[in-house]
């Protein structure tokens, strides 16, 4: 179980002095400021779930996942990760924890793949037996055997990450802590990395803690989304409240049996889409389903068929960075 409460960490960045000498003075008498990455973030994490944490750049993600893996000490507050506190146990903690940063690799990068598998082998004292099975079981899912003798550095990106899962995986751990695992990988290894997390986690009950601006990760993998802004979390639940909450507008397409009609209401757009057909976009906090579909058909011709779309989740995603985290 992961466990965050207030928890905060703030950053001393350095004021570079101007004018004449200004080096001597920042180097004398240097002037910093402080900004806070993370701010007061609280949750919790049961085992076994696979949890979104998503947010634009700059927001606290990646701050919060090397929190929760140990690799920066908090300013404020307190996480505990199955009872361990990860800067403090580091040890212990890492035993049961996995990380894959997409822009980094925990490979040697001029060593063959294997070789680095059995060097994070020895490393975590992991049986031979218990390797052998999870060397096979990940080269199966991952498809590794092309490329298991291959240096790191000759790899694709998609083929470097896949090789960074199954090694953050060797050892069996409980939790898996991944940073924008898919970015910059190509559309048949997401997909095959998408599978490969769901499958770990079924089989294995392996907690995941994912941060992504891939909204399809989102859907295909997640059920909880927790939403932070500016170091702070606007929004944990699941995607369908994220939809109620943020997805103000919907969209609804109509096939009339004569012309379509003009509607002029509020906070409602529509959009001809041929010989009578139309799209009418709407505001669902200002009109519910049963009466914008009221007003239409008081506006004329009968309505022969109706298809409602959900918002976009993507669209979701993107109005919450730029209304600046409030509800649109």
């Known amino acids: 179980m992961i466990i965050a409460q207030d928890l905060t960490k703030t950053y001393r960045i350095a004021q570079p002095a101007e004018g004449r000498f200004a080096?001597?003075?920042s180097l004398l008498?240097?002037?910093?400021?402080?900004?806070?990455?993370?701010d007061g973030v609280s949750f919790s994490i049961e085992d076994g779930e696979i949890v979104g944490y998503i947010?634009?750049?700059?927001?606290?993600?990646?701050?919060?996942?090397?929190?929760?893996?140990?690799?920066?000490?908090?300013?404020?507050?307190e996480v505990k990760v199955n009872g361990l506190t990860p800067h403090k146990d580091r040890k212990e903690h890492l035993r049961n924890i996995g990380v894959v940063f997409g822009q980094k690799t925990s490979l040697w990068w001029d060593v063959p793949v294997i070789d680095s598998f059995r060097i994070l082998k020895e490393m975590y004292r992991v049986e031979e037996s218990r390797f052998q099975k999870n060397l096979e079981l990940y080269t199966e899912l991952l498809d590794l055997a092309p490329f298991l003798n291959q240096p790191v550095r000759q790899l694709s990106l998609g083929q470097r990450v896949r090789a960074d899962l199954a090694a953050a995986l060797m050892h069996d751990?409980?939790?898996?802590?991944?940073?924008?695992?898919?970015?910059?990988?190509?559309?048949?290894?997401?997909?095959?990395?998408?599978?490969?997390?769901?499958?770990?986690?079924?089989?294995?009950?392996?907690?995941?803690?994912?941060?992504t601006h891939d909204v399809v990760d989102m859907e295909k993998?997640?059920?909880?989304?927790?939403?932070?802004?500016?170091?702070?979390?606007?929004?944990?639940?699941?995607?369908?409240?994220?939809?109620?909450?943020?997805g103000r507008q919907r969209?609804?397409?109509l096939q009339f049996e004569?012309?379509?009609?003009?509607?002029?209401?509020?906070?409602?757009?529509?959009?001809?889409?041929?010989?009578?057909?139309?799209?009418?976009?709407?505001?669902?906090?200002?009109?519910t389903v049963d009466e914008m579909l009221a007003s239409v058909r008081r506006a004329g011709s009968p309505i022969r068929d109706?298809?409602?779309?959900?918002?976009?989740?993507?669209?979701?995603?993107?109005?919450?960075?730029?209304?600046?985290?409030k509800a649109v």
């Open 251 to 253: 969209r609804m397409v």
């Open 29 to 38: 008498h240097p002037r910093y400021i402080e900004r806070r990455a993370v």
């Open 221 to 246: 993998l997640v059920n909880r989304v927790i939403v932070i802004h500016t170091g702070a979390i606007i929004y944990d639940g699941d995607i369908r409240g994220l939809r109620e909450r943020y």
């Open 173 to 211: 751990p409980g939790i898996l802590f991944l940073d924008e695992p898919t970015i910059g990988v190509d559309v048949v290894a997401k997909e095959r990395l998408r599978n490969f997390i769901l499958e770990i986690n079924r089989e294995r009950g392996v907690t995941v803690l994912l941060t």
């Open 306 to 325: 109706i298809l409602i779309q959900d918002a976009d989740i993507e669209q979701i995603v993107r109005d919450i960075y730029r209304e600046g985290g």
């Open 23 to 25: 080096a001597v003075r």
């Open 55 to 77: 947010g634009q750049n700059g927001a606290g993600k990646s701050t919060t996942i090397k929190m929760l893996s140990g690799i920066l000490v908090p300013t404020g507050g």
């Open 258 to 287: 004569g012309d379509c009609p003009a509607l002029s209401l509020p906070g409602v757009k529509t959009e001809k889409m041929g010989e009578g057909r139309m799209a009418v976009l709407f505001d669902q906090h200002l009109f």
